[in-house]
């Protein structure tokens, strides 16, 4: 019998194997970028929902449940309203953190750092956005109502209180040549404006699970970026020294008070080194799990699969822009990869972006329903899309049951 979405969500989370692997899709940091929404709009013919980014400040501002039906989407967001609150320029043009954007393209970057020659007393001192301002109480509970309105019980994911998480922001306030700087000669301005922002964001946190928290199944973290595509940006060593500790505080607040709810750390790169760590903070779900050359999935499923869940993994750069058997390709590559033993919420690894056909967005999913049924059963091409994979095909993930293979 088929199970719900909601069922089928917390069966994957607890490690186990549902009937088909759950789908995620329009979270924080894995959206449809706005062109392609109007692109898909106009293949369906239906007209487009209001935007909740009204100011169109971002590369993704629309949210269609409609949409998210048609992709057999497993899981439902709310917003805690920081974007509302943030969006909206004060006189001199800056944001709830004092931060100035410039826009080019389909993205922000930061102008005005205004903490750059902050000393440890100004940085203490500078005005960081409160609660109150950044969760919005009526805006929370009036998205509750219209996911208990769609008629199907989804599992529902708290998005993040901010885009960026206390590694990041510190950078924008700092200045990112700056605070990688304080990072070896100045600890005391890294210590003092992480722990700043750590009780800012906890506070957020903990205000949303307030009002959302019985209802929420996920919550997401604001997202850190700590590895680039072949490299971690900082060391094991100096992500021990600064972050660890306060992660781990963080969620162990989170979870004290909302103990059902399952935390989301998301991070983009060659993570591989740092996964033992986001168990260790508490962690349960990682995204994205991105495809890069320097990793491995087997060996990541094999190693952490019993106590990470992942969620992502789908490439956008390359396999969502190509033709529809590569699409397929790399729907069955990620499943054979993660799908085994339950786990795995499949995803794509970032926002997919406005290049990508949306015959192929519909297909992503199409295919994912296809060949995501337990017991995973289905012949995997011989040559695996993904380069670290190639070499990789005898590991094979301890204690979980895998597809069948094809045997040419």
Same mark, same amino acid.
């Given at each position: ?5 909601? !069922? #089928? ?39 487009? %929902?209001? *935007? ?30 920081? %974007? ?57 509970? @009036? #998205? ?18 901010? +885009? ?5 922001? =510190?950078?924008?306030? #700092? ?13 005391? %301005? ?21 009002? =959302? ?6 919550? !997401? ?61 508490? $962690? ?22 019993? #106590? ?15 033709? /529809? ?14 799908? *085994? ?6 995803? /794509? ?6 290049? %990508?056909? *949306? !015959? ?6 199409? @295919? =994912? ?5 337990? /017991? ?11 380069? @670290? @994979?190639?070499?990789?095909?005898? $590991? ?6 895998? /597809?069948?293979?094809? +045997?040419?």
């Amino acid at each position: 019998m088929p199970l719900t979405p909601r !069922e #089928r969500v917390l069966t994957a989370i607890h490690h186990q194997e549902p009937d088909r692997v759950p789908l995620s899709l329009w979270g924080s940091w894995y959206g449809i970028t706005d062109r392609l929404y109007f692109a898909a709009l106009d293949r369906l013919g239906w007209e487009p %929902v209001p *935007p909740f980014r009204p100011d169109r400040l971002h590369s993704v501002n629309y949210y269609d449940d409609r949409l998210m039906a048609r992709l057999h989407i497993d899981v439902r967001h709310v917003d805690p309203g920081a %974007v509302a609150a943030t969006s909206h320029p004060r006189p001199d043009g800056s944001d709830a953190f004092g931060i100035i954007w410039d826009t080019s393209g389909l993205y922000r970057t930061a102008r005005h750092h205004p903490l750059e020659h902050a000393t440890v007393e100004q940085i203490m001192e500078h005005p960081l956005p409160t609660p109150d301002e950044a969760v919005q109480p009526d805006l929370i509970r @009036a #998205r509750l109502r219209e996911i208990e309105a769609l008629g199907e019980e989804y599992a529902v994911i708290g998005r993040a209180v901010a +885009s960026y998480g206390p590694f990041e922001m =510190a950078q924008s306030l #700092r200045r990112h040549e700056k605070f990688f700087t304080d990072l070896v000669l100045s600890p005391e %301005v890294v210590e003092a404006l992480t722990s700043r922002l750590f009780d800012c964001y906890t506070a957020m946190m903990l205000r949303f699970l307030d009002i =959302a928290g019985e209802r929420l199944d996920m919550l !997401e973290l604001p997202g850190d970026d700590f590895a680039g595509n072949k490299n971690t940006m900082i060391s094991l060593d100096m992500f021990d020294r600064y972050f660890k500790e306060p992660y781990r505080r963080m969620i162990a607040r989170l979870k004290a008070h909302s103990p059902h709810v399952k935390i989301i750390f998301h991070s983009d790169g060659a993570m591989t080194p740092f996964l033992s760590r986001l168990i260790d903070i508490g $962690a349960d779900i990682f995204h994205p799990l991105e495809p890069l050359p320097v990793t491995d999935f087997y060996a990541v499923k094999a190693e952490y699969g019993d #106590r990470l869940v992942f969620m992502g993994g789908i490439d956008i750069r390359e396999a969502l822009q190509g033709d /529809p058997p590569r699409v397929v390709e790399e729907v069955k590559t990620r499943l054979h990869q993660l799908g *085994p033993g339950g786990g795995y919420i499949l995803a /794509p690894s970032n926002h997919i972006q406005w290049d %990508v056909p *949306p !015959e192929n967005l519909f297909l992503l999913f199409d @295919a =994912a329903v296809e060949y995501g049924r337990y /017991p995973l059963q289905f012949d995997l091409p011989t040559a695996a899309p993904s380069p @670290a @994979a190639d070499d990789q095909s005898a $590991a094979q993930p301890r204690r979980r049951r895998r /597809p069948r293979r094809n +045997s040419q």
